[in-house]
C-alpha cells in the first residue's frame, strides 16, 4: 500500500427508481467523473454522488462515505469515476446500483496522477476495470512515466446473481459519439443523432415486417 495514493471500487445506491432516467441516459456514462458531498440526515451520515450535470444519482454507504471523509481530512484529491450501473428486481419492488471507481492521492502527485486517472476514465469506458489498489513501486512508475501507465490487472465484474442486470459496464458507441459532440465536435454529435434514428427506424421495419402493425 502506498502512502500518497488510494484506490478502491466503491458500491453505490440510488434514492429511488426515479433516478433510472438520468442513470441510463446519455448524461451519465461509464467513465465520468463525478462530484460528490458529505450530507448528514438523522444521525446519518454518507457521501451523496451528482454527475458532471449536477444531478444526483446515488450515495455511499457509511463505510465507503467514512473512508472518503478520512481523505478529505487529509486534503487528498479524490476523483470518483463510474464503472458500473446495474438493476435488481429483489427485494421488491427492485432498484439501481452500480460501482464508482475512486481515486486519491497527496496533493503533490497532482501532475502524474492527473494524466493517469484520465487513463482509467478511458478504460472504464471501453468496458476494462482496471485493479487501481496499488503498492508503492506501481505509484513511483507513474510519477517516473509522468502519468503513462495503465494497469494491467483487471476486477471482475460483481458475480451475477438471479434477478440481477447489469445495465452498463462500458460507453456504447453512441454514448462515445454524444460525448464528443459535447467536446465540440459537432460532425461526431450529427452522426451519433443519425445512428439513433437509424437504429430507431429499422426497429420499426422489424416490427411492421413480422406483422406487429
Known amino acids: 500500500?502506498?502512502?500518497?495514493?488510494?484506490?478502491?471500487?466503491?458500491?453505490?445506491?440510488?434514492?429511488?427508481?426515479?433516478?433510472?432516467?438520468?442513470?441510463?441516459?446519455?448524461?451519465?456514462?461509464?467513465?465520468?467523473?463525478?462530484?460528490?458531498?458529505?450530507?448528514?440526515?438523522?444521525?446519518?451520515?454518507?457521501?451523496?454522488?451528482?454527475?458532471?450535470?449536477?444531478?444526483?444519482?446515488?450515495?455511499?454507504?457509511?463505510?465507503?462515505?467514512?473512508?472518503?471523509?478520512?481523505?478529505?481530512?487529509?486534503?487528498?484529491?479524490?476523483?470518483?469515476?463510474?464503472?458500473?450501473?446495474?438493476?435488481?428486481?429483489?427485494?421488491?419492488?427492485?432498484?439501481?446500483?452500480?460501482?464508482?471507481?475512486?481515486?486519491?492521492?497527496?496533493?503533490?502527485?497532482?501532475?502524474?496522477?492527473?494524466?493517469?486517472?484520465?487513463?482509467?476514465?478511458?478504460?472504464?469506458?471501453?468496458?476494462l476495470r482496471p485493479q487501481i489498489d496499488l503498492n508503492e513501486s506501481a505509484v513511483d512508475t507513474i510519477v517516473k512515466q509522468n502519468g503513462d501507465w495503465k494497469p494491467n490487472d483487471r476486477v471482475p465484474l460483481p458475480e451475477k446473481k438471479e434477478n440481477m442486470a447489469i445495465i452498463k459496464s462500458k460507453r456504447s458507441v453512441s454514448e462515445k459519439l454524444v460525448e464528443e459532440g459535447r467536446k465540440g465536435k459537432i460532425g461526431c454529435y450529427i452522426v451519433s443523432y443519425a445512428f439513433i434514428v437509424v437504429i430507431v427506424a429499422l426497429i420499426v421495419l422489424i416490427l411492421h415486417l413480422i406483422g406487429l402493425f
Open 1 to 127: 500500500m502506498s502512502q500518497n495514493y488510494q484506490g478502491f471500487y466503491a458500491r453505490f445506491e440510488t434514492f429511488s427508481k426515479k433516478d433510472s432516467g438520468t442513470l441510463e441516459g446519455a448524461d451519465t456514462l461509464i467513465g465520468d467523473e463525478f462530484r460528490f458531498e458529505f450530507v448528514s440526515e438523522d444521525g446519518v451520515g454518507r457521501i451523496v454522488l451528482k454527475n458532471k450535470f449536477d444531478a444526483q444519482v446515488g450515495y455511499f454507504d457509511e463505510n465507503d462515505s467514512h473512508k472518503i471523509r478520512l481523505l478529505q481530512a487529509r486534503e487528498w484529491k479524490i476523483h470518483i469515476l463510474m464503472s458500473l450501473l446495474a438493476y435488481s428486481s429483489e427485494p421488491a419492488p427492485g432498484h439501481y446500483w452500480g460501482e464508482m471507481c475512486v481515486i486519491a492521492y497527496h496533493p503533490s502527485l497532482e501532475e502524474p496522477m492527473g494524466v493517469f486517472v484520465d487513463g482509467i476514465k478511458e478504460m472504464l469506458g471501453q468496458g
